[in-house]
Every structure is written in C-alpha cells, then in structure tokens.
C-alpha cells in the first residue's frame, strides 16, 4: 500500500486523515528505521528531554504524538500517570505491545489539534517529533497549552535546519537522498520518506519555533540546539499573563 496519493512528498499535511493514514502504514518499520536513519542519535536526544523534566513520581504527564511510545518507558519512571496519545491506531497498537508490563501509561487515540482532555490536566506535556505533522502547528501548541495546568512545563523536540553551510549541505544530501532509499527499501513507503526530511528541511527551528510557542501562550525557558542544528529540544512553561516577558537562553551541544 502507498501513501495516500493526497499527501505529496513535496508538502505539508492538509488534514489530520492524511498524517493518521501516512503513520499506519509506517509503524511495522517505524522503530527500526528511526533507530538506523538516526544512528542512535534519537535516544539521545529522547533521554534529554525527559531529564529537563521535574523529577516526580505524583505528577500526570501527556505524552502527545507517542507514536510507539518512545518516551513512555522512561516518563514512567518520572511521573505517576502518563497518556501516550497519538492519531494512528496502528503506531498506538505497535506501543501497547512493545509496553505491555508498563502499568501507569493509559494509550488514547487523539488528534493533537482537538485533544479530548479538559483544561488543566496534566502537569507536563511531552512532544517529540510531531509537531511538523501537524496541519495546524500553532493550533496543537495551544491545544498543549489549555490541558497543561497553571505552571506545567512542556518539553518538546523537533529537527531543525543547521546552520553551518557544509554541515547543512552534508544533511540535507543525507535527508534528500540516502533517508528516502533505505526508508523507502524498508517499509516500502518510500514517498513517506521523502515527506518526512522535506518538512523537516521546512519547519520553523529555533527562534521561530519559540514564536509559534509564544503565540499558542507559552512562556518559552529554554532551547537547545543538538547535533549542529539537526534537531532542538524546546522548553517551555504555562504561565498566565507572561508568555512574552521571557528571553530564551540558547544553548548548543
């Protein structure tokens, strides 16, 4: 089976059916590929995330795009409860098994721009690479904003472009070209693979990305630059009345 025939390597999503069918036909493979396109890299940078976190085990955290529940093994060990929500049945199913002995985590199916919890839910929100998926991004930004409590931190990672010239053209042969060949050898969802490096290549990084955040009400802490550009893990906090009275601290690694 293809991608669906509307959601062209060379755009964006339209709609929220396009990304659910685009991630039910990749969650066979998703794990895999994620762990050989990255090299590793993924886990690294996952873990970082969820150390910039509270250290708790009484808070609830949303864990939104979940995918296979990457974060979920290790948000575990964080936080009492954890919802590992994410608009494919078929990446929710993949997670559940691959999970099973993990006993705080409850799955929800749920598009990330019309989230079916009530304001003030959670005490954290966890986002790692979903954003860009998003037809809507700033919509879903301020949907994480309304389900996170007075004070609650999200934490969110995303690809970025990097900024040195020979770096970013060395990623971008690698993204254009090798990603979609051995993405596309394996799954067989090639057209997929070359959707997912050209919004990468695209999607707002760094000092846009915190103003999206800023616009859907966060008070943006922190953003961290990983691997040259490649990737940033963004952090922000829900403060009311104060989303634009913080500079963010740039920090790369």
């Given amino acids: 089976m293809n991608v669906s025939p509307a959601l062209s390597p060379l755009d964006r999503p339209t709609n929220s059916g396009e990304v659910r069918e685009m991630f039910n036909q990749l969650a066979p493979t998703y794990d895999l590929l994620n762990t050989v396109l990255s090299m590793g890299l993924h886990k690294v940078w996952e873990q970082r995330l969820v150390d910039a976190l509270p250290l708790t085990k009484t808070d609830r955290c949303l864990d939104l795009c979940t995918g296979t529940g990457a974060l979920v093994p290790r ?35 749920a598009d990330a721009q019309a989230l079916p919890f009530e304001a003030d839910t959670f005490d954290a929100v966890t986002v790692a690479y979903g954003v860009r998926n998003l037809p809507d991004p700033e919509r879903g930004l301020q949907e994480m904003w309304r389900v996170t409590r007075e004070g609650g931190a999200l934490a969110a990672l995303e690809f970025g472009q990097p900024r040195n010239r020979l770096w970013r053209a060395i990623f971008s042969l ?15 969802q090639r057209s997929a693979y070359r959707y997912l490096p050209k919004t990468s290549a695209s999607f707002p990084c760094g000092a846009a990305f915190e103003e999206l955040m800023r616009r859907a009400g966060w008070s943006v802490e922190r953003t961290i630059s990983l691997c040259g550009g490649v990737a940033f893990m963004y952090l922000g906090r829900k403060v009311s009345g104060s989303s634009d009275c913080f500079d963010a601290r740039r920090q790369e690694s």
Avoid: H
Avoid at 80 to 95: H, R, T
């Fill in 75 to 109: 948000l575990a060990k964080r936080f009492q409860k954890i919802i590992g929500a994410d608009i494919s049945p078929e990446m929710l199913a993949v997670g559940k098994r691959r999970w099973s002995t993990i006993t705080n985590c409850e799955w929800v199916e």
């Fill in 174 to 188: 690698y993204s254009s070209v090798i990603i979609p060949r051995i993405g596309g050898l394996v799954s067989g």
